[in-house]
């Protein structure tokens, strides 16, 4: 499982998400910050659900730190 934070402009706005599967089978999933949304992809990147979070996590400084190195 790949897990990645995405900045915009300098700031984070959001984490992607990939598991890998077998045969190079890949599914993948972004949560938007700013809607505090996930969008799910399936292996050929088409976009199946959306699903909206009533509570948004929250992006620890240690894992920011991490994805600026």
Not at 7 to 20: A, N, Q
Not at 26 to 47: T, V
Request: net charge positive; charged share 25%.
């Amino acid at each position: 499982m790949t897990e990645r934070i995405l900045v915009r402009g300098g700031t984070p706005c959001g984490i992607y998400y990939c598991l890998h599967g077998p045969r190079m089978t890949k599914f993948s999933a972004i949560w938007d910050s700013d809607r505090n949304q996930i969008l799910f992809y399936g292996s050929r990147g088409e976009r199946f659900q959306k699903t909206q979070l009533t509570e948004a996590p929250r992006l620890e400084p240690a894992r920011l730190e991490a994805a600026a190195a």
